[in-house]
């Protein structure tokens, strides 16, 4: 057994529901402990948390599968069978029986709009798991006649048309239809958002000298707005009108975080990488300050690393130089901690994903910003991450990368997101480099529209997964959830392991797929290097973050549509149990607040949005 950690992670704060159920089942938990660990003689600290009798993958190559775990301080301190973890237990140790269900390292998604998803996460009606627009609309429909006075009805992303039986959006007459009065807003990726008629009036857009928004255009015919908002390719349109819709009050935000902290508990997550994104000024924007609020006081259940993400086009540089001074990377704890730089270095170098339409141009300035930035970002040891969508923007931004390294130097941790269309040779430039490989299941939702525009032999390596893996570097797994894809990280676990794109399509052959531990693997123990933390979790061994969940299915045994169902019925951060449900209810001694505002759709739908 290696040595345990000498310091302890930092971990949800334990929190009791203070009701009678609550206190009847701690009760009840804390007896049939006392009573199964009163016999056993332990010559160690005790742990704070067993579990035995599962089907641990632990992701060790020195011990791949396992029955029991023992958790003491925040971190594993024994992982094998039933009797290994036997001398951990003690009179106030929880020990869980797993009833031979399998049980996986905590999920991480290494690329995700966490902090700004959550303040809107109540706010919002999910099309994430519908399979007809028949039903999407219907789900409209009734948070219409919820929602009062000032508020809107919106779905802001995580859905491809292509998984609806119709294989069509909605259109601009059927949301008039269901909402006369109340605004109504469906963004679908950064590639069109519909509004109403009400929405658009609430806009503006109905009236002269409305704002308008670069390589962004508000469709007109005759004059009139359409209630089509469309990317040319630039999704700052997209942007600027979701940040002008009205928001949530703090306390409201607050909330609405803490239930979707509880959503990607359910669903297996423990840690997030997030992006940063639009709308979301670095560090004064309300999701910071909500996050912050939160983990001021205990209440994250899931691990959070966040890079910045300047806002304004021109003020790259200035937010830097300005974050770089007052900040430094990995500051924080294991909760919440700030990694580094990025995604978006500078808007001169952002190439939308919009599969659809031809290949963006970046602008003709592109290299000489971003060398500046890059520069500055060397010189102050920031890491960085960047959205690259397309090989050819690695063209050309590669070659800066490369003068950079020569320079200022690239400091150790850095990675570029998304990589899709990226030759052998744009790949093997980035490991010479040094840097990671960060992969998101984006394309599952655009795959249809990608052979519509590039072919489908183009697809079949795209991304080139096989190269990737076999170049070495550090590799991870996310979703770029909430808007352009699903916050569900079984999504971008099925894509990898069966190659199936939301509307059914088989995307891949044998060849560019990989089976579903390395596709798990990925991220876990592989996401875990993205926010500097290669090591210390993403693995079932002693010393590492006692992260893990218990799932309702076993993941290596279903089908492969069924891998989108699976959720967790055990989550646990560093040994704290963060979420549970039957049969494993009782170990769940947080208090999660009701949601609220009373109108949100989660009040009728808590389950919205898993597959």
Known sequence: MTDVAKTTPARPARRFALNRRGFLSASAALGATAASGAAAQTTEAPAELIVVNARITTLDPARPEATALAARDGVFVAVGSEQDVARFRGAFTTVIDGQGRRLIPGLNDSHTHSIRGGVNYTYEVRWDDVDSLEEGLHRLREQVARTPEG?????????SEHQFKEKRLPTVAELNAIAPNTPVLVHHLYKLTLINDAATRYFGYDQPGHPTYPRGVIE??????????????????????????????????????????????????????????????????????????????????????????????????????????????QQGDDMLKLVGGGENLSWASYDYEIFGEPVPDIDPDAEEIQHRIMTLLGEREWPFRQHITYGQTADRLLNVYKDVARGAGLTPGWFIDHVETFTPAHLERIAELGGGINLQNRLQFQAEDFVAQHGENALRQTPNFRAILDLGVPVGLGTD?????????????????????????????????????????????????????????????????ADFAILDRDYFAVTDAEIAKITSVLTSVGGTVVHAKEPFAMHDLRHVPPISPDWSPLHHDSEMGRG
């Open 220 to 329: 007109k015919e005759d004059g009139v707005p359409t209630g089509r908002l469309l990317a040319a390719p630039s999704g700052l349109l997209m942007y600027r009108t979701l940040v002008e819709a009205p928001k949530l009050s703090i306390q409201d935000q607050i909330n609405s975080s803490i239930q979707y902290m509880d959503e990607l508990n359910a669903l297996g997550l423990t840690s997030v990488s997030d992006a940063g994104g639009g709308g979301m000024e670095f560090p004064d924007a309300d999701a910071y300050a909500v996050t912050h609020w939160l983990h001021e006081r205990g209440l994250m259940t899931v691990r959070t690393g966040y890079h910045t993400f300047p806002q304004i086009k021109g003020q790259e540089f200035d937010d830097y130089d300005r974050w770089t001074q007052a900040w430094r990377p």
């Open 151 to 159: 508020q809107f009805v919106r779905v802001v992303g995580g859905f």
């Open 481 to 545: 959830a909430t808007r352009v894809a699903s916050y569900n990280p079984w999504f971008a676990l099925q894509w990898l392991s069966t190659g199936l794109s939301r509307g059914g399509m088989r995307m891949y052959g044998d060849d560019n797929l990989l089976d579903r531990e390395e596709a798990l693997r990925l991220m876990t123990v592989g996401s875990a290097w993205f926010t500097g933390d290669a090591g210390r979790k993403g693995a079932i061994t002693t010393g590492q973050m």
